[in-house]
């Protein structure tokens, strides 16, 4: 039972919960609940490893009450990485009018909010905001856990 | 047969289900939480899950019939009646002689089928695949189910859950027998495979091509997911509920018990649910998920389990007056 | 009061004016006056069912009917049982045909040998001696041969009617010698019934042990039992829709009827053996059936199969009920015969229903090929509601038409394990292991033929121009979907039936209780009971509770929308996307590939300049009959070896012939003298 005993050895991973938001953003359904799904508009994929660290043991994104989902129809929000790529365009639009309403589209990472590093690219449409309605924005290239969780918390009230 | 008693427990059974579910399978994953070094949301979480789900607005795919609108409710409704049936609280609920032990498994297998349906309701792969895949686990998980059924109908002499609960309630020595232990880990293969827990299918996966459960319900939203979350939570409970009561049957209710037997019913279902929840829950986190082409084996095994189980209870029950 | 002998002659009179009066009117008609006088034979097959069973049928004798012998006709509650499932099968199919040959799919010959074939079917369970049986079986297999060569243009249909000709002769070659051994011991070798009831009793144990053999076999194959099933799931799918009803959910029971006339009434009760005879035939049939149900492709043939396997789960019960019997557990026994006679009834029902649903589905779609149909619930949904029922009886599930009838087969699996010595103990649960795998892989089959066959989108042409079937051709759905139902939910209205033919049958209520089919079905002496009605209703209410659950919120919600799907981020769907049958019964064929062995064809052609560019790939699978493959093949060889070999002989020579004679005489003359 290797595997017990480094359980046991262990123990709790996750960090403290920083303090509690001040003011919750999200539509009111959203309060205490909040499954994302993730899309990659474009992305280098620096944003997509800090978005696998929030639901990592340290940070655990999870006990906020977000949790991440397969298929856009049972989603609430949509995590935006990258910019969007001609490519990516019309997957991007389909993504979110698949997503129940009410819904919140965050754009996470440089890249998303203002095309960040690839700005002027050929292949490159523009920013989130500027192919679909954006409600939250995470800063950052790439934004720290702490960052995203923080945005999450917003939304879920947490 | 319609008894004041019979009658409460088996509201007492549906409405503890139909709440106690959502916080099983919080619990089961905030065991999994803690095992793993997370913090975890806490067993509440499903709760706001569906509470935020019935507030968020239905989607209609293009071109699915009134199969995809219905699967979730005959869902929902074959695990409320399911929940009514299989002795949790009491051994006397009026609906005990409705439906057996192999009745409640067809009834089952109709939600699951239902599903399955809806998934192909859809058209697309993945919801072809996922049906395909939870009717095949389906089809090989019945005999183990009913062979385990007459090892634990034949000391009984009947296949009626009441009875078989008051028979082993009422004669501690039947759980200790070979027969007992056999079916018990037969069933207990079974139960994993059709609540779709690992190692047969991962509830926590994001990679469709690995789904079985997930697969078929991927177009569903809203107040309708909420109810395939809700009814995929209730057949966890009432399938551990079974088991546990099936083999340990200490507290339940009689047939004609007052409302302090209900309470202590209630609580004693309660604390062995959550105690092998959290046996499950723990155990999964050992576990990987087993080829789709691997389950057959396990369950092959499980019906050896269960035919050994039913041969050796005739041996030790020997032949019926 | 009157005679069996004057109910066959109008049953005759019936069919053959119809059959007369087929020829007779314009073309235009003709499919009117076939179904009707299908269904004016079913109706009279269903008043003599019910004087039959009320015991208001004298036993009669007619001298003139067939040279030497006589004909000899008799009908007690168990003949009634089966001219009522006929008669009524015979109905809903006659009024389908009305509307179904309307598409022009029946020439003129086909539809007056119809009313025929249905006269043949309710005359046989009428017939009192072995003359008047086979005489009457003969023109049953060969009305319902023609019946199958209606479409006699197509290839795959003589192929199938040469098979099922070839196997019904020599059927009924197996009944002739089997009941000639059994005649041949009956004193002045009368050969009526009663006669042979009281000559059982003489037969030595050998020539008995080879009566049951050679009438199991010649019954067994009519039945479509395991090997002996080959011609059904090729004879069945390739006739017209209302005859593959008529093959599928009639004749079949026939062969049962056989087995339970001559091998239980007339000769049995017999040892153990011969139960667990019954038993293995039945269980090897049953499961090897469903699982060629479970990766069939063709509708018509996934239906055949599944008759196939409902003979084989009837031929358990009967197998467990003479076991229990032989055992000394007369209450049990009783419970394992109901359990036959009513998963027989309900299979009728459901098979019925399905096959006119598939019949229509072919007729409007030109498609058989689950692969290529889909998308039919839109345009034909009342087809797809029907068949839906049907299914649901199909795959044995509550609220299902099947459901009770293998509820009972288990129950009383179970309490045979309590019954009877170390070999039961052994059996039984593997019998139960296998009752419990044909429903589930019945269930697998049943949820692909439906949601493959009737939902998602269609797959090929035919399939999108599909469109609802003729008014006619409805109601007779809706009458064998109302059977289905009330048969589900009330197995109750089988009691007045059933409460007369199981005390005629050794291993029925004879001896003992047997198990009482009120709203709560119960069994005698064991505590063990269900109620479908009240299952249904309780499943409806929690249906309704879970309804109401899904409003909380409502309020608040935003207005429900359609969408396109989302298919993974896909974008448009395709047929080419969807799930197949062929897709969806994958893991099925994997898991069982060493009893199916399919044929694999994979072929992946790449461009010259380079092995990871591909031009092309191409995929196919084939799963053949095993049993056909590995049995009938050899066997054919060998025949057709020897065929050539005694080509040889044949010269044309005069002289040869001549010295051959010579020969044959010396031969002859040595041998006698
Ligand atoms: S924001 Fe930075 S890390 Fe994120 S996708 Fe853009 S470049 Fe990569």
Redesign the interface.
């Known amino acids: 039972m290797g595997l017990f005993s480094l359980i046991r050895r262990v123990g709790r991973v996750a960090e403290p919960a920083p303090p509690h938001p001040a003011a919750s953003a999200g539509p009111a359904a959203l309060r205490g609940s909040l499954q994302l799904r993730h899309v990659d508009a474009g992305s280098c994929n620096g944003c997509e490893i800090e978005i696998g660290g929030c639901f990592s043991p340290v940070y655990d994104a999870e006990r906020y009450g977000t949790r991440l989902v397969a298929s856009p129809r049972h989603a609430d929000g949509l995590l935006v990485t990258g910019v969007v790529t001609r490519n990516m365009e019309r997957a991007l639009r389909d993504t979110v009018a698949a997503t129940p309403e009410p819904r919140v589209v965050i754009a996470v990472g440089d890249c998303a909010r203002n095309q960040g590093e690839f700005a002027g690219g050929y292949g490159v449409v523009g920013a989130v905001g500027d192919v679909v309605d954006v409600d939250a924005e995470v800063a950052g290239c790439p934004p720290t856990p702490t960052e995203i969780i923080a945005v999450l918390r917003q939304v879920t009230g947490r | 047969m319609l008894s004041v008693s019979g009658v409460a427990g088996m509201v007492t059974q549906v409405v503890g289900v139909a709440a106690g579910a959502p916080l099983l399978v919080g619990w089961m994953r905030q065991v999994r939480a803690r095992l793993e070094g997370r913090a975890g949301p806490g067993p509440a979480q499903p709760w706001r899950d569906l509470r935020k789900q019935l507030h968020k607005q239905n989607i209609t795919p293009d071109g699915t019939t009134v199969v995809f609108a219905a699967a979730p409710v005959v869902l929902a409704g074959t695990s409320l009646v399911i929940a009514a049936i299989v002795p949790g609280v009491t051994t006397g609920s009026p609906l005990d002689r409705v439906g057996d032990l192999f009745a409640v498994v067809g009834v089952l297998l109709l939600g699951t089928v239902a599903l399955a349906l809806a998934g192909l309701d859809t058209g697309t792969a993945f919801g072809g695949m996922g049906a395909s895949r939870v009717v095949t686990i389906a089809a090989l998980v019945e005999p183990t189910i009913l062979v385990a059924g007459v090892a634990l109908s034949v000391p009984a002499h009947s296949s009626n859950l009441g009875r078989i609960v008051a028979t082993t309630a009422a004669d501690p020595g039947l759980v200790a027998s070979p027969a007992a232990a056999l079916a018990f880990a037969a069933l207990a293969v079974v139960v994993v495979a059709e609540t779709g827990r690992l190692p047969v299918d991962n509830p926590a996966t994001h990679l469709e091509l690995t789904m079985v459960h997930e697969a078929m319900i991927l177009e569903y939203t809203g107040p309708r997911l909420a109810l395939i979350e809700w009814a995929a939570a209730m057949r966890l409970t009432v399938l551990l509920t079974l088991l546990v009561n099936l083999f340990v049957p200490w507290g339940v209710a009689g047939a004609g018990a007052g409302p302090a037997g209900l309470l202590v019913g209630l609580g004693a279902v309660a604390f062995k649910v959550a105690a092998l929840g959290t046996a499950l829950a723990a155990a999964e986190v050992f576990l990987a998920k087993l080829r789709l082409f691997r389950v057959p084996e396990l369950l092959a095994g499980s019906f050896l389990l269960g035919l050994l189980a039913a041969t050796t209870s005739y041996f030790l029950t020997g032949p019926a007056g | 009061m009157s005679t069996a002998a004057c109910f066959a002659g109008v049953l005759g009179g019936v069919s053959l004016s119809g059959a007369a009066a087929v020829a007779a009117v314009p073309t235009r008609v003709s499919a009117a006056a076939s179904g009707l006088a299908t269904a004016a034979v079913g109706v009279t097959g269903l008043v003599g069912g019910a004087l039959a069973v009320a015991g208001d049928l004298r036993p009669a004798w007619v001298g003139w009917l067939v040279p030497l012998s006589g004909a000899s006709f008799a009908a007690d509650a168990t003949s009634g049982l089966f001219l009522l499932v006929i008669g009524a099968v015979s109905v809903v199919a006659g009024l389908y045909t009305v509307g179904y040959a309307a598409h022009g799919h029946l020439g003129r010959a086909p539809l007056a040998v119809l009313p025929v074939f249905a006269g043949a079917m309710l005359v046989v369970p009428l017939a009192a001696a072995v003359t008047t049986l086979l005489l009457f079986w003969e023109i049953m297999a060969l009305t319902s041969l023609l019946l199958v060569l209606a479409e006699w243009r197509r290839e795959q249909v003589r192929a199938a009617a040469l098979s099922y000709a070839a196997m019904t002769q020599l059927g009924f070659v197996a009944i002739l010698l089997g009941l000639v051994v059994f005649a041949a011991a009956a004193p002045g070798h009368a050969e009526t019934f009663p006669a042979l009831r009281d000559a059982a009793v003489h037969l030595g144990p050998g020539p008995r042990a080879a009566v049951f053999l050679l009438t199991l076999a010649g019954f067994g194959s009519k039945a479509g039992l395991v090997p002996l099933h080959v011609w059904l799931p090729k004879a069945h799918p390739e006739a017209p829709g209302p005859v593959s009803a008529l093959m599928s959910a009639a004749m079949v029971n026939l062969g049962i009827y056989g087995i339970v006339r001559v091998d239980f009434v007339l000769l049995g009760p017999g040892p153990r053996w011969w139960g667990l005879v019954l038993l293995a035939v039945g269980a090897l049939t049953a499961v090897y059936s469903v699982l060629q149900a479970?990766v069939a492709t063709d509708l018509k043939r996934l239906l055949a199969y599944s008759t196939s396997e409902n003979m084989g789960l009837i031929c358990v019960a009967l197998g467990t009920a003479a076991v229990l019997a032989a055992a000394g557990r007369p209450a049990v026994a009783a419970v394992a015969t109901t359990a036959a006679l009513v998963h027989l009834v309900g299979h009728a029902a459901f098979k019925t229903l399905g096959f006119l649903a598939a019949g229509g589905v072919a007729a409007v779609t030109g498609q058989r090929d689950l692969d290529a149909l889909?998308?039919l619930?839109?345009p034909m949904p009342v087809t797809t509601v029907a068949f839906g029922i049907a299914a649901l009886g199909a795959?044995?599930?509550?609220?299902g038409c099947g459901?009770v009838g293998e509820?009972l087969l288990?129950?009383a699996?179970?309490?045979a394990?309590?019954?009877?010595g170390?070999l039961?103990?052994?059996v039984?649960?593997?019998a139960?292991?296998?009752?419990?795998?044909t429903?589930?892989?019945g269930?697998?089959a049943m949820?692909?033929a439906?949601?493959?066959g009737f939902?998602?989108?269609p797959r090929s042409e035919g399939a999108q121009r599909a469109g609802e079937v003729p008014a006619t051709m409805i109601a007779a759905m809706a009458l064998g979907a109302i059977s289905c139902g009330v048969l589900a939910v009330a197995p109750a209205v089988l009691v007045p039936v059933l409460s007369r033919v199981l005390p005629e049958l050794p291993t029925g209520t004879a001896h003992g209780p047997g198990p009482a089919l009120g709203t709560?079905v119960r069994l005698p002496g064991?505590?063990?009971?269900?109620?479908p009605a009240?299952?249904a209703v309780?499943?409806?209410?929690?249906?309704?509770?879970?309804?109401a659950?899904?409003r909380?919120?409502?309020r608040?919600?935003?207005?429900?929308?359609?969408?396109?799907?989302?298919?993974?981020?896909g974008?448009g769907?395709t047929s080419r996307?969807?799930?197949t049958a062929t897709?969806?019964?994958?893991?099925?064929r994997?898991?069982f590939d060493a009893v199916l062995r399919p044929d694999v064809e994979h072929v992946v052609i790449a461009y010259a300049q380079s092995p990871y560019l591909l031009e092309k790939v191409s995929y196919r699978s084939w799963v053949h009959d095993t049993v056909e493959v590995v049995l009938y093949r050899p066997v054919l060889r060998a025949v057709a070896a020897a065929a050539r070999g005694a080509r040889r002989a044949h010269t044309g020579s005069i002289h040869a012939y001549l010295a051959y004679g010579a020969a044959g005489l010396l031969v002859a003359l040595v041998v006698v003298l």
């Open positions: 479970a889909g998308g619930a839109r795959a044995g599930l509550p609220l459901f509820w288990v129950q699996l179970t309490h394990v309590a019954a009877g170390t039961l103990a052994l039984v649960p593997l139960v292991g296998v009752v419990a795998l429903t589930g892989l269930v697998a949820v692909k439906f949601g493959v939902l998602a989108r709560l064991v505590g063990g009971s269900v109620s009240l299952l309780a499943v409806g209410a929690g249906v309704l509770l879970a309804l659950a899904a909380w919120g409502s608040r919600r935003p207005a429900a929308r359609t969408a396109a799907l989302w298919t993974c981020g974008g769907l996307m969807e799930y897709s969806f019964a994958d893991p099925l994997r898991v």
